[in-house]
């Protein structure tokens, strides 16, 4: 699923998010483990002021385990908390109950010293296009939960799926835009597939994760495509082509499809578990 994100999108992305926020205790924050930053949208926490907060590094199979590690530590000391899950395959999925309780601990306290009585939590999840957010609803509520609200005579309310007698999930996530002014995030968002390859053609798309890949995961190209090292990017692209047969014309090179390759093969995790940015990074800056 690719988004173009035009003023008119992100107008009625903001207007929803800030509606469904009143009605919640709890955000449920996706973001992509590969990128955790970049993935973040700037003004979730203005917008989340005042509510309880749990960040999930989704995604966490296609990331370096390390940096996964790394990154649950980074959002956990900005006083988040933050876990690692891959909802794709249920893993992690068992004890967000229980994160999420914990995660509105204080507020449960609140409402206790208010005599507020068993009211469940309401909890929301968000996240930038293509994160995750519908597989991670699916795995965590299942097919056996019960919906509440929308009944015959509560007409126009909100779908809730009852978790448990103590937590209720909003059965829509709320869609936040990404980071498109700052480039390098632009970039990233790009590489994992989450915004248009548009803002860049695909050969030069595949050229920048080429550079990168080759700094950061130096052998990692080489290993999967069986090609020679080269300073230049193009250059690597050509040996792709060549490497698995990407010809045009019965026997011109076809780097704009060994480019389509490489990024298909990044984003699915071919390339092994890669992660495009650490906490070390950002706190320099
Ligand atoms: P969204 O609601 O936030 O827009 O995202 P959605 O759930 O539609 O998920 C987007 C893509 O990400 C889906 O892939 C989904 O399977 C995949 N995905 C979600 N969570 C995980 C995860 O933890 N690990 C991995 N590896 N993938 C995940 P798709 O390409 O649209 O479909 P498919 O490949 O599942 O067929």
Known sequence: MHFQWYPGHMTKARRMMQENIKLIDLIIELVDARIPLSSRNPDIDEMGRNKARLILLNKADLAAEKRNDEWVAYFREKGYSAVKVNSKKGGGIKSIQSVIQEACREKMERDRKKGILNRPVRAMV????????????????????????????????????????????????????????????????????????????????????????????????????????????????????????????????DTEKAAALLLDDFRNGRLGRITLESPEEFAEK
């Not at 293509?130 to 005579?153: E, Q, W």
């Not at 809730?160 to 990233?188: M, Y």
């Not at 080489?222 to 698995?244: C, Q, W």
């Open 126 to 253: 968000a996240g930038i296009p293509n994160v995750g957010k519908s597989t991670f609803i699916n795995a965590l509520a299942g097919k056996a939960c019960a919906k509440t609200g929308n009944k015959p005579g509560v007409t126009k309310g909100k779908q809730w799926i009852r978790l448990n007698k103590s937590v209720e999930l909003l059965d829509t996530p709320g869609i936040l835009w990404p980071k498109f002014e700052d480039q390098q995030a632009a970039l990233k968002l790009a590489f994992i597939g989450s915004i248009k390859d548009e803002i860049l053609q695909t050969e030069e798309l595949a050229a920048e994760l080429v550079k990168y890949l080759d700094r950061e995961y130096a052998g990692v190209i080489g290993e999967k495509y069986g090609v020679e090292s080269s300073e230049d990017p193009y250059e690597r692209l050509r040996a792709i082509a060549e490497s698995r047969h990407c010809l045009v014309r019965g026997n011109e090179l």
